[in-house]
């Protein structure tokens, strides 16, 4: 049966620190990758996406990192502040619309 | 206008009622989607529809019934559902090729009692 997961993992930082999210991937022939961050009782807001043809995308605050030869994809928040506090969750597709989404890590920003 | 609108935003069903899930873009998205999404896990996919017809059925009981009536709105009918399927409905749209990016709407938290 399916295995209940009670806890995210979760990743602490204060506020002004630099937050490092990881996510691995599991399909060789993902082409597209995004980030989402999910805020209690909301929907998932877009936060970056990345093409398999990159290794790194950067945006405001934040940079993606792609690293195909190990399946692995990583976000990173520069100063992070309160109002990242959120359940952010790595997303990859192979050329299609089906997005497949990661297991989610919980971001607590403390003062 | 880059939001997708889902109504209602809570509902409570019993097990024999019927009752519609609803969800609105005006992006000019020609995909839309359903998701279920339960505590403290990613949202699963449960539907896709491409120019109005569906494409994907990730094998969802049929007591979920989805329905693309133009290319803005997607509902999703509810029947006799199990206390199981209690969990939070998102509602995505995007546009087809391109960009796979897809926007979300704010979800619709079902309880079946």
């Known amino acids: 049966g399916e295995s209940v997961g009670l806890h995210l993992p979760t990743l602490s930082v204060q506020e002004g620190d630099n937050s490092i999210i990881n996510c691995a991937y599991s399909n060789s022939a993902s082409d597209y990758f995004i980030w989402y961050k999910q805020e209690s009782g909301k929907g998932p807001q877009f936060i970056i996406d990345?093409?398999?043809?990159?290794d790194k995308r950067q945006g405001q605050r934040v940079t993606v990192l792609l690293n195909k030869t190990v399946k692995h994809l990583s976000l990173q928040i520069a100063a992070t502040q309160p109002g990242d506090s959120a359940v952010y969750f790595c997303?990859?597709?192979?050329?299609?619309?089906?997005?497949?989404f990661g297991k989610g890590t919980s971001l607590l920003v403390t003062p | 206008d880059t939001e997708v609108t889902q109504t209602p935003k809570h509902l409570v069903m019993g097990m024999t009622n019927k009752k519609s899930l609803k969800c609105e873009q005006h992006?000019?998205?020609?995909?839309m989607y359903w998701y279920k999404q339960k505590a403290k896990k990613p949202p699963e996919l449960m539907f896709v529809y491409s120019y109005e017809k569906l494409s994907i059925n990730e094998s969802v009981p049929s007591r979920f019934s989805p329905e693309c009536p133009n290319s803005s709105l997607l509902n999703l009918h509810l029947h006799a559902l199990q206390p199981e399927d209690s969990a939070l409905y998102l509602c995505a749209s995007s546009q087809l090729g391109g960009s796979y990016e897809q926007y979300f709407g704010p979800g619709t938290r079902l309880t079946v009692t």
């Open positions: 990345i093409r398999s043809n990159m």
């Open positions: 997303a990859e597709t192979q050329a299609g619309y089906a997005l497949n």
């Open positions: 992006m000019g998205h020609r995909a």
